[in-house]
Structures are given as structure tokens and as C-alpha cells.
């Protein structure tokens, strides 16, 4: 199975043969008018080929869902620090440090193919990649604790884990859970590395290793029908901690809890609108302090 997926990086912009493999990517990818069933077809960011979303909107994997291009990412209290359009209305995007640079950007896929920008501003992408098949499950994490994000496969329980965004197979593969569990990914004992969690109605079930044995850790916190969210929100008195933490959803309304377990949010922020779909990242702060930021909140909005 390993050897079936690819998982090649095109690093645009750095050499004219680079250059011409994105050019032939972006060519062989591009999306007829006809094949989005409608006579309005998105416009493509620079780089990124006109789709539709339709090959990755309904997937139910560590993505952000939604529709809209329009981003708009905040501080620790819900303002407003950047604002940007990236990649196509339709389709999934994904979060991670893909540059080693301590902050999280954005990845837009079409198919099996991820468009990376490193920055928060509009333009080309800066890395372009294929992993995998195109109706895949991908969940973004630091597998190996180096400091870059890379992408991991979900075929029910068996997860195809990739430590590098450059070619070759799978570095490891692990098994998990159960077919139809909700996996979050997060690094809870802040080792540097991250590992799952299953969510099972408000009750989350926490391992610190692939080892597919009992929970490290089991913890209640919010209600079954909100949705959450993971990261090191920095809030506790000595700012974050490394360590990845719950925060639910109701409306606008986010509550954040700095350590893992239940009772009471430890900090609350509003923020955009209902009808956005919300994206976590580490962003405050970037380009200014290289220190250890916390993870704050963003929105895509149509
Ligand atoms: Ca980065
Ligand atoms: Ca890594
Ligand atoms: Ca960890």
C-alpha cells in the first residue's frame, strides 16, 4: 500500500526548472468552465488553477471545510491582524508550519495536490505538493517533533505518517482507534511531538504515542454538539506552554481552557460572525517576536 502514494515537492520560484514544472502543474491541473456545473467559475489565485471544490469540500478529515477564500486571522483577543483572499472559494485548506519559522499558514488542496503559502498576504504558492489520492483523509502535525508540520493519511484506522514534504513513501504507519472515530491532533504532554485524541460525544480521549494502547489521559469539557478546536491558547499565567488544550464553539462565542480538563473556560473571546468557518493557527505575533507565541483564532469567510 505504502508504495502506491507520491509525495513529490515542486519549490516554486527557486529555479527556472522549478519554475517549468510549475508551469506544466498548473497546466495539466486546471479545471475546465464546464466541469463546475455552473456558469460561475471561481478565479484562480495566481498559481492555483481554477476549481471548484468539489473534489475535497465534503471530506471529513483535519481540514478546514466552509466555503470563502477571504481570510481574516486574529490576536489573543480577537483582533483583527491580517486579512488576505488565498486559493479558490471551493475546497478544503489546511494549517500548518510548513517552513520552520514557528508560524502556521495556510495549504489549499485540489485532488491530492496542496498549494502552500507561507505568508499572510495574497499571491502564488510557495511550495506545491501531492500526497496521497485525492479522496484522502490528511491530518497536519509535527510527527517527529523537528518543528516543521507534515501530512498524515487516514484510511480508517491506519494512518500513513510523512515526516518531510519532499518524495518517497510513507515514514511510518500506525494504527489507531476506531474506523469512525473524530481524531484531534495535538502535542498534550509538550514533548514537541503531536499525537491524537478521539473525541467521543464531550469526552476526549488523550495518548501521547502511537502505541495504540489505553488513553493517557481521558477529560470532559464542554457540551457533545460544540465544536472544538486544539491549541496552545497561552493564557495561563506564564503564556504558552507547548502544551495543546481544548477550546469550544457556540455561535461566535469561543472557550478557551489553558490546561487539559474540565469546569470552566479560563478565557472567552468573540469573534467574526456565525456563519464563519473557523481556522487555529499560531500567527500572533509573526514577524516581529520568534519567541513562543500562542495559537489564536482565524476565520474563512465566502
Ligand atoms: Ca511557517
Ligand atoms: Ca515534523
Ligand atoms: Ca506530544
Do not use: C
Not at 166 to 189: F, I, M, N, Q, S
Request: charged residues 25%; without cysteine; aromatic residues 12%.
Amino acid at each position: 500500500m505504502t508504495t502506491e502514494r507520491t509525495f513529490s515537492t515542486y519549490r516554486m520560484a527557486r529555479t527556472a526548472a522549478a519554475l517549468a514544472v510549475g508551469a506544466l502543474l498548473a497546466g495539466g491541473l486546471a479545471v475546465p468552465a464546464s466541469a463546475s456545473g455552473s456558469t460561475t467559475v471561481p478565479t484562480a489565485q495566481p498559481g492555483i488553477p481554477a476549481d471548484d471544490g468539489s473534489s475535497t469540500r465534503d471530506i471529513d478529515d483535519g481540514g478546514i471545510g466552509g466555503t470563502g477564500n477571504e481570510f481574516h486571522l486574529a490576536d489573543f483577543f480577537g483582533n483583527t491582524q491580517y486579512s488576505f483572499r488565498y486559493g479558490n472559494p471551493g475546497g478544503r485548506f489546511y494549517v500548518g508550519d510548513w517552513d520552520w519559522d514557528s508560524f502556521d499558514s495556510l495549504a489549499y488542496r485540489i485532488g491530492s495536490t496542496f498549494y502552500i503559502r507561507n505568508s499572510y498576504t495574497a499571491g502564488r504558492p510557495h511550495e506545491v505538493l501531492s500526497y496521497g489520492r485525492p479522496g484522502d483523509r490528511i491530518y497536519v502535525g509535527d510527527w517527529d517533533g523537528d518543528g516543521k508540520d507534515t501530512l498524515a493519511v487516514r484510511r480508517g484506522v491506519e494512518y500513513h505518517i510523512k515526516n518531510s514534504l519532499t518524495g518517497g513513501p510513507a515514514d511510518a504507519v500506525v494504527y489507531y482507534g476506531r474506523a469512525g472515530d473524530d481524531v484531534l491532533v495535538g502535542d498534550w504532554d509538550g514533548d514537541g511531538k503531536d499525537t491524537f485524541a478521539v473525541r467521543r460525544g464531550n469526552t476526549y480521549h488523550i495518548s501521547n504515542t502511537f502505541d495504540g494502547g489505553d488513553a493517557d489521559k481521558v477529560v470532559t469539557y464542554g457540551r457533545a454538539g460544540d465544536e472544538v478546536y486544539v491549541g496552545d491558547w497561552g493564557g495561563g499565567p506564564w503564556g504558552p506552554d507547548g502544551i495543546s488544550t481544548l477550546a469550544v464553539r457556540r455561535g461566535k462565542t469561543y472557550y478557551f481552557k489553558d490546561r487539559i480538563a474540565g469546569g470552566d473556560a479560563d478565557h472567552v473571546v468573540t469573534y467574526g460572525r456565525e456563519s464563519d468557518t473557523t481556522v487555529v493557527g499560531n500567527w500572533y505575533g509573526a514577524g516581529v517576536d520568534d519567541s513562543l507565541t500562542p495559537d489564536t483564532l482565524g476565520i474563512r469567510r465566502p
